[in-house]
């Protein structure tokens, strides 16, 4: 049976108003903390990387810096090198300066690298190989003014022998035709071999000390005054012995055999007329030898003789 509560008189019940929701915010408030933790953490690796890559380029600043200026003083060192060098023998300068010379070449490259500020390790590292080809020319230039200095005394001291014993049997009691013999025999000095590389077909020529490259071999000296030989052609008889001890030796090229003053053969490898003037020097007389065969490397030693007398003498070393 339907009630009907609309009727008068009916049992009426209260009717209770609902209450809005509130919103819950707790979650807004985890992905803010959350996205604030998060920008805090980059920011503070980003300080860190950008830190890091700060000390790195100046790390490699200063790195670079200190490999050019170590550059800069061995290129320094080794101009010192070539100014010694010149100081030492002015034959060196023509060598030094000269524009179309390996040296010249290398100045001028590596002063391009060391005078470029934006220069790489690689430009430094190509700098410091032709700084050491530098000082290795110039360690081959010591030495052979070295070689040059000690063949130099070696042969005033020859020379004084020679001379000593000259002027001691120019002196002794023996017949006058002896004395005039002896006094008369020349004397060299200033005694210069020079193994020359011939290039262009023999249009240019450049000094070596390398055997395998070795074309010609030209031997220079001076003959000294002389108040008693009289005016006239002089012979002078050049022995060039290789490193194994042998004599240099062709026919076809003027080699023959003489005699020594002590009536002994004497092979020579070159005979060199000469026009003398009494009292009077010959300077710069010059002989090349040249030969079919290679030459040998080692020490090669020359010896002159004239009247039968060896009057000088020297080597040269061939690598």
Do not use: C
């Not at 110039?138 to 000593?164: C, F, G, P, S, W």
């Not at 031997?219 to 012995?241: C, L, Q, Y």
């Not at 001890?245 to 003027?254: K, P, V």
């Not at 030459?295 to 020359?302: A, C, L, R, S």
């Amino acid at each position: 049976m339907n009630q009907d509560f609309n009727k008068p008189g009916a049992e009426q019940r209260p009717v209770t108003p609902q209450q809005p929701q509130k919103p819950d915010y707790t979650k807004v408030y985890i992905g803010i903390i959350v996205l604030l933790l998060a920008t805090n953490i980059y920011l503070f690796i980003s300080r860190n990387k950008i830190a890091s890559e700060r000390d790195n380029t100046q790390v490699m600043y200063n790195s670079a810096d200190s490999s050019r200026t170590a550059v800069e003083a061995d290129y320094n060192a080794a101009l010192v090198r070539l100014d010694e060098l010149v100081s030492k023998n002015t034959q060196m300068d023509s060598v030094i300066n000269s524009q179309d010379g390996e040296i010249a070449k290398l100045r001028k490259e590596i002063d391009g690298i060391v005078k470029n500020k934006n220069a790489t390790a690689a430009d430094l590292g190509r700098a410091r190989r032709l700084i050491n080809e530098l000082n290795g020319k110039v360690t081959t230039y010591e030495e052979r003014i070295a070689t040059l200095e000690k063949e130099n005394t070696d042969l005033t001291n020859t020379n004084a022998v020679v001379t000593k014993e000259r002027d001691s049997a120019v002196t002794q009691n023996v017949g006058l035709q002896q004395k005039v013999k002896l006094g008369a025999v020349l004397h060299a000095s200033n005694i210069r071999m020079t193994p020359i590389d011939l290039r262009r077909g023999g249009k240019k020529e450049r000094e070596t000390s390398k055997a395998g490259r070795v074309d010609v071999f030209r031997i220079v000296f001076d003959i000294d005054e002389n108040r008693i030989a009289e005016s006239g052609t002089k012979e002078i008889f050049v022995r060039v012995t290789s490193p194994d001890g042998t004599i240099l030796s062709n026919a076809a090229y003027g080699s023959g055999v003489t005699t020594n003053a002590d009536g002994q053969q004497l092979n020579y490898t070159l005979l060199k007329q000469i026009a003398l003037q009494q009292n009077q020097p010959v300077k710069n007389v010059t002989v090349d030898w040249n030969q079919d065969s290679d030459y040998k490397k080692g020490t090669y030693n020359i010896e002159l003789y004239n009247e039968g007398y060896k009057i000088g003498g020297g080597s040269v070393t061939l690598r």
